[in-house]
């Protein structure tokens, strides 16, 4: 290799370094996709993904394996659930089988579960099928054995995917539930077991509110409203591609009741497959930017909490983001929880806080008068936790300018006449990739009590917004130059007011 081709290379990897996450997780090399087989177990949180361990493009598809303490410091662990010639790996769940009920462990060494979609593939008798079936692991979750009788679950169809498998113990009975989609149809299948093998059917859901797209990774659990046990709302989760509100994937849940035979929505705005477009910003979104995907949440946490975590990316233009050997990372994992805003019942999310809560932060600006204009910050940064508090007041707008500098910026902006935040990454830097990715996007945030309150996480190639304490969330991919790291707040208007500003910088 002659010189010349050394330096292209290394300018390139140095390139595709650059956007590498300070805090989200990645896979050291190649293609990663959904998340899978979220659980806790022991002390570690296993975040198991649709990984190519061959290419930085789709394909192959295997469960990669990640493990952390904490969900904010994760190590890389070899291929869980590899491809062969028979069956691609798809996405799915695990579950701690305590009691044994599958008899894939033993009373005293009880297994952890996969619950996977087989794809099957040009050597396997069922190609072209999707079908459910099992793998274990009796050394916590660092090997896996398939279960000799698989598929457990094979309905003959080509679009039967993304097992999410849960224990029910309700009026019904107690048993293991699958929640999974016929993807094509827009529909959410439910099925039961005693023992992770035998399933029967029990009941579908859908189509319904947005249905531009195929479903997939499915979710259903159980959240108390603001912490009462005995006000709860079941949550079902429904990722859809394309068909998101601001353009492409994106998850949308419905809240309603489950009795362990069938869910039954509260919040269904539009029933069918005809995709209303006049309403997709009435259905209930997950995120409302374009980069928030496959979400999916964790088993067996303790007490009690609900944590998710979304694929960090965009079918539109997945493929060709600019990070070279690794391909796309995970969103900040999220608490989520349902309150009452003005009646209604909503999410809300809250992120696990990588930056934890120093007791100064790199910058603090106390109460003050905001002119019309823009103040530049007095410090810099492309990876930092920001929060801001305004009375935006008769002012026209008021907002903050994030990874400024030459080649651009990306622009977050209320507007407060409208009650609308924006978030516009158009002219962020290296947009040129895609058609699709130049974008502004946009959602509702009611003042409260006069007050807008932002947390925005910054990374390398992305910005998480989440808005009065997490009742709205923006979640978008930037790739700006290294160098463009400058943070200003701006005002259109008079009479805006900034409560609060810190910024917390890595």
Known sequence: ???????????????????????????????????????????????????????????????????????????????????????????????????????????????????????????????????????????????????????????????????????????????????????????????????????????????ANATGGVWECPDLFELPVDGNRRDSRWVLIVNINPGGVAGGSAGQYFLGTFDGVAFRSETTVTEGLQQDDGRMREYNWLDWGRDYYAAVSFNNVPDGRRIMIGWMNNWDYAHQTPTGSWRSGMSLPREVSLTRVEGKVVLRQEAIDPFGSPEVPGLRLGAQALEPGTMELPTSASVARIDAEFEPGGAKSVGLILRAGAAGRTILRYDVTEGILRLDRRNSGDVRFHDAFPSAESVAVPQKEGRLRLRIYLDRCSVEVFAQDGLATMTDLVFPPAAATALAVFVEGDGAQLVALDVVVR
């Open 1 to 207: 290799m002659n010189s010349l081709t050394t330096a292209a290379g290394d300018a390139a990897v140095s390139c595709a370094e650059q956007f590498r996450p300070a805090y989200h997780y990645t896979a050291e090399r190649n293609w990663l996709n959904d998340p899978n087989g979220l659980v806790y177990l022991n002390g570690t949180y296993h975040l198991f993904y649709q990984h190519n361990p061959l290419s930085a493009d789709w394909g192959n598809m295997s469960w990669g394996h990640a493990t952390s303490p904490d969900l904010i410091h994760w190590e890389e662990q070899p291929v869980a659930i590899p491809y062969d010639d028979d069956e691609a790996i798809f996405s799915g769940s695990a579950v701690f089988d305590q009691h044994n009920s599958s008899g894939l462990g033993t009373a005293a060494d009880p297994p952890l579960v996969a619950i996977y979609t087989s794809a099957y593939q040009g050597a396997s008798p069922l190609a072209g099928r999707q079908a459910q079936s099992l793998a274990y692991s009796l050394d916590e979750g660092r090997t896996w054995t398939k279960y000799h009788g698989n598929p457990v679950l094979d309905r003959a169809s080509a679009d039967f995917r993304d097992p999410k498998v849960f224990w029910y113990d309700g009026e019904a009975g107690s048993y293991w539930v699958m929640v999974a989609v016929e993807a094509v149809h827009r529909q959410v299948v439910l099925y039961k077991s005693a023992d992770l093998k035998a399933w029967e059917f029990l009941s579908t859901f859908g189509p």
